[in-house]
């Protein structure tokens, strides 16, 4: 039998078998030694092959069908160990908002440059827009400005008054998507405006560190009645990519990427090299500082949470 994981709880699987029906499954224990270099074995959205368990209500994942993508993050810092979040997407979102919490732009081009190393189309949803007045709103159009000039959707929303909800789900039906970003940006409410019923849990920003508190421990595929599938996930706070080179992370850089094969060397990495086209690109405003600056930390490998 066939079935698509719709909920991972580390040792059981939530599956959603071909006919409709949800059959909690485990895996075989030679899936945790085949040399994956993932802390799981198995994400949500995959498809697996699974077969009942004797005796029990209860089946047993056997095999997982080829990956068409899937997304990562670095288990931690310090570790060549990944943790897959999601597989089989159709499409990422990232909600963010620019205060109560901030998410800052070093966080969203590490998940823009991870969605386009794995193939995944990108979409920013920018949240709490019931909040994004004066100054903020000013600032707000100047980032999605950046990014609607590389290519990137950029969606003004709000949970609570359900401005523009309708694009939103617009983009979701028929889709598998996921949703990620910091804890606090409103995840859990845009999911529970977008589908009635559900009932996800939320909480209040921290009144003493504007952060927000993790209500989603688990990544979890929801089902829309409009069509499709949604992946609420838990909040995150970094990604990171491994077992890449160093040339290769400016071919991520949408912005970046017109002037690769234009520098004086083929091993160029854009920092300080002479005869560098994307530093004369930067000179002459054509890339962003505040993208490039985010190459370099991502280069430099390092931290970016605020």
């Known amino acids: 039998m066939k079935g698509r994981v719709l909920k991972s709880t580390g040792s059981w699987y939530q599956v959603e078998l071909e006919d409709g029906r949800h059959l909690p499954c485990r895996i075989k224990g030679k899936f945790r030694l085949d040399g994956i270099k993932h802390t799981n074995p198995i994400s949500v959205g995959d498809v697996v092959s699974i077969e009942f368990e004797a005796g029990t209500d209860n089946g047993v994942i056997k095999a ?19 943790q897959l979040i999601a597989s089989n997407l159709d499409q990422a979102f990232l909600v963010v908002t620019l205060a109560f ?4 732009l ?3 081009d590490r998940f823009l440059l991870t969605a386009e190393a794995y193939h995944i189309p990108a979409i920013l949803v920018f949240n709490k827009q019931d909040l994004v007045l004066d100054e903020l709103a000013d600032y707000q159009e100047q980032v999605i400005a950046m990014y609607e000039k590389i290519g990137y959707t950029c969606l003004k929303v709000s949970a609570r008054t359900g401005e523009g909800m309708g694009g939103l789900k617009a983009l979701l039906q028929g889709k598998t998507s996921l949703f990620s970003g910091h804890s606090g940006v409103g995840k859990s409410s845009l999911l529970n405006a977008i589908e009635p019923g559900l009932g996800v ?19 979890e595929m929801h089902k829309l009645s409009m069509g499709g599938y949604l992946i609420d996930t838990p909040g995150i706070r970094e990604f990171g990519l491994v077992d890449f080179e160093k040339t290769e992370y400016s071919h991520y850089f949408r912005e970046i990427q017109p002037y690769i094969g234009k520098c004086k060397f083929n091993n160029c990495i854009h920092v300080n090299e002479p005869g560098c086209a994307v530093l004369d690109a930067i000179r002459a405003g054509e890339i ?8 370099l930390s991502i280069l430099n490998n390092e931290d970016i949470y605020d």
Do not use: C, M, W
């Open 64 to 82: 997982i069908d080829d990956r068409r993508n899937y997304i990562i993050r670095k288990s931690n810092n310090l570790s060549k160990q990944t």
């Open 288 to 295: 962003p500082v505040e993208r490039y600056g985010s190459y």
């Open 101 to 104: 919490p901030k998410t800052s």
């Open 201 to 219: 849990k939320t909480a209040e920003i921290s009144s003493y560190s504007l952060k927000g508190q993790h209500t989603t421990t688990f990544a």
């Open 106 to 108: 070093g966080f969203i």
